[in-house]
């Protein structure tokens, strides 16, 4: 998890800095999206899939085809056209099954049959018309949604150091921020 962790900092900045530093017009025979999705879809769906697995967060029946639910989706999710909106909205729930893996395991410590529910529920959500913010590129709330973003990013870390001893604060603390993010989506999404 904290290498997951690491690779979540590093997506929040490496498309800035490849602006910054105009990539583009020194490598212009490569593709950096192309290769920022390959690492992205192995940070954000492969691996969070294969922990997911071996955490055996639901019933053993169900456990394997979850997964492949978490990666077909990904993969369908990573192929649709309009996935990011021209306002740097993300159109249905992002493949972000790393955080999902987190809360399963670290804040909610819910039943299987939850844990099986909620990953249910995020599967569906991803064809959902949602408005899910780019942190790093959101325009409506932006200060405060960098806030919510640099505190999770400060919780996520402390959270997995002090497992499996997360103090209640630390989790109500990761469910706020959470909630920040449902109410932002559900304002975004029906605001016009």
């Given at each position: 998890m904290a290498w997951l962790l690491l690779a979540l900092f590093i997506d929040g900045i490496d498309g800035t800095l490849a602006r910054k530093f105009k990539v583009k017009k020194v490598l212009p025979n490569i593709n950096g999206k192309m290769i920022d999705n390959v690492?992205?879809?192995t940070t954000y769906a492969v691996i969070p899939a294969y922990f997911f697995y071996m955490a055996e967060l639901v019933n053993p029946f169900w456990n394997l085809p979850l997964t492949f639910l978490?990666?077909?989706v990904s993969a369908i999710y990573?192929?649709?056209?309009?996935?990011?909106?021209?306002?740097?909205?993300?159109?249905?729930?992002?493949?972000?099954?790393?955080?999902?893996?987190?809360?399963l395991i670290f804040?909610?410590?819910?039943?299987?049959?939850?844990?099986?529910?909620?990953?249910?529920?995020?599967?569906?959500?991803?064809?959902?018309?949602i408005k899910f913010a780019y942190p790093s590129r959101t325009?409506?709330?932006k200060n405060l949604t960098i806030i919510f973003t640099v505190l999770i990013l400060l919780i996520m870390p402390l959270a997995v150091w002090l497992y499996p001893l997360v103090p209640v604060w630390l989790r109500?603390?990761?469910?706020?921020?959470?909630?920040?993010?449902?109410?932002?989506?559900a304002f975004d999404t029906f605001r016009r």
């Amino acid at each position: 998890m904290a290498w997951l962790l690491l690779a979540l900092f590093i997506d929040g900045i490496d498309g800035t800095l490849a602006r910054k530093f105009k990539v583009k017009k020194v490598l212009p025979n490569i593709n950096g999206k192309m290769i920022d999705n390959v690492i992205d879809f192995t940070t954000y769906a492969v691996i969070p899939a294969y922990f997911f697995y071996m955490a055996e967060l639901v019933n053993p029946f169900w456990n394997l085809p979850l997964t492949f639910l978490i990666l077909l989706v990904s993969a369908i999710y990573y192929g649709k056209a309009g996935m990011v909106s021209d306002d740097y909205y993300f159109i249905g729930f992002p493949v972000m099954w790393n955080v999902v893996v987190f809360y399963l395991i670290f804040i909610f410590n819910a039943a299987l049959w939850i844990n099986a529910a909620l990953v249910f529920i995020c599967a569906i959500l991803h064809f959902v018309p949602i408005k899910f913010a780019y942190p790093s590129r959101t325009t409506h709330l932006k200060n405060l949604t960098i806030i919510f973003t640099v505190l999770i990013l400060l919780i996520m870390p402390l959270a997995v150091w002090l497992y499996p001893l997360v103090p209640v604060w630390l989790r109500w603390a990761a469910i706020g921020n959470l909630a920040y993010f449902a109410i932002l989506a559900a304002f975004d999404t029906f605001r016009r």
